[in-house]
């Protein structure tokens, strides 16, 4: 449920999704059928024993039940917040038929939540060195698992801080930023060493970091080069990627300026165009720092939609205006270079298209005119060639992104990749599963 009123809770950053009492997760705990061959563990990318930590809380056993998570997920706190369990281990769950299945995420976020002091598991090293490239989900899940295996671990980030888009990309609003602190300093207790502002393909090189003794190396760099509409007028002022926008709100901390020294100018009106997380997260950024007008501008229509029916919800209470079946043509400026306006063209859908979704086709004669202040682009991400660019015999696909085989080994030997950077833009629990098997196929390779 949400901590406040949607007319007040766009004046501020606080999270918007409240937590169980523990009252309230042992009774949903209560629901689970607990079934002989339990599906909603073939929803989970990472293979948490759901039904084993759902059935300590309904005990009351709220400790038993964060470690079970932690043998399969180094990152439950997170997981409860942002992962997508409606179209996961949710959608399997035999209760689901007939009504509301039982609520996994919000069970996980609990233990989480409550967990006291860190359980570290007893670790016996192996003094063999493993270079984990990114900070993000996936490099934070294979670098514990491996580290939990004995290795020594250095993650190389080049940010100033971790996390990677759990930080950069997810507002304070539905992920606060203390709760990523927490889940990386629980990875630094597992014994693994963190250097930030090391951009591996500019300050060093994969073939260096062979050099320095690391006998595996896995490039977890996600997915950080924006797309943009490719319409004219994209060089205005005004005009931000979603990831440009999102990076000064979240982890330049633009919505506490002047605090902290990141400035940020937002329009009384303000477009995004796109229909995703990003989309949403952009939106409810840009009514939060003071923006009197925000419109999700989409080319196709409710169903077709790719982001998360809850966060779809919490725009809509907070006053997010919706303009579906609409796709941009130009952005207008005026003599200063400044945004005035966006042109667009209404849509209606065709047969569906390689997606599976519905193709949307414009409509002769619709155009028509949006005034707008500020356009945001928040139509995904693609590969960051900067390290893919440097490093010689790294196979790539016609996308940009790396090509593996079913371990996850690129066409370089010891060199492991997963997460965004292979499959494009995709959830932080699918990124996590990446690591997750990558550290086994690097444990098998140098074992």
């Known amino acids: 449920m949400p901590t406040q009123e949607p007319k007040e809770r766009i004046k501020n950053f606080n999270e918007v999704a409240l937590g169980y009492l523990p009252v309230q997760a042992i009774e949903e705990a209560k629901r689970c059928l607990k079934c002989k061959k339990p599906k909603c563990i073939d929803g989970c990318p990472v293979g948490v024993d759901i039904p084993g930590f759902i059935d300590v809380i309904a005990n009351g056993d709220f400790q038993s039940a964060i470690a079970k998570i932690k043998e399969k997920n180094n990152l439950p706190a997170i997981c409860g917040r942002v992962c997508p369990q409606e179209t996961q281990c949710e959608s399997l769950c035999v209760l689901g038929k007939k009504q509301e299945p039982v609520a996994i995420g919000r069970l996980e976020r609990f233990a989480a939540d409550g967990e ?251 155009e028509f005119t949006m005034e707008v202040e500020t356009v945001i682009s928040a139509l995904g991400q693609g590969p960051n060639p900067l390290l893919l660019q440097a490093t010689k015999g790294l196979e790539l696909n016609k996308r940009g992104n790396i090509v593996v085989d079913e371990n996850l080994k690129t066409s370089l030997d010891g060199v492991y990749a997963g997460g965004d950077i292979v499959t494009g833009a995709a959830t932080v629990i699918s990124a996590m599963g990446a690591g997750k098997k990558a550290a086994e196929a690097i444990h098998q390779y140098l074992s």
């Open 116 to 366: 006291k002091g860190f359980a570290i598991p007893e670790i016996s090293p192996n003094r063999k060195k493993v270079a984990v490239i990114g900070s993000g989900p996936a490099g934070l899940t294979c670098a514990a698992d491996l580290a939990k295996w004995g290795y020594e671990v250095t993650i190389f980030e080049s940010l100033h801080d971790t996390g990677g888009v759990l930080r950069y990309g997810i507002p304070e609003f539905r992920l606060p930023k203390a709760i990523v602190d927490k889940e990386v300093d629980y990875i630094k207790k597992l014994g693994v060493h963190i250097e930030v502002n090391v951009v591996v393909g500019l300050t060093n090189t994969i073939d260096e970091l062979k050099t320095d003794g690391f006998k595996a190396i896995f490039i977890g760099t996600g997915a950080g080069l924006p797309y943009f509409l490719g319409i004219p007028g994209e060089n205005l002022n005004g005009v931000y990627s979603a990831n440009e926008f999102l990076t000064r709100t979240n982890l330049m901390k633009a919505y506490r300026f002047p605090e902290y020294d990141t400035p940020i100018k937002v329009g009384r009106k303000v477009a995004v165009v796109g229909a995703g997380n990003v989309a949403m997260d952009a939106a409810r950024c840009a009514l939060r720092l003071g923006a009197e007008e925000v419109f999700i501008v989409y080319r196709r229509s409710f169903e077709e939609m790719p982001a998360r029916a809850e966060e779809v919800h919490h725009a809509q209470e907070e006053g997010i205006i919706f303009k579906l079946l609409t796709a941009p043509t130009k952005i207008l400026g005026n003599a200063q270079g400044w945004v005035v306006a966006m042109e667009c063209i209404q849509m209606e859908l065709g047969t569906p298209d390689e997606s599976g979704r519905r193709k949307p086709i414009p409509i002769p004669n619709s």
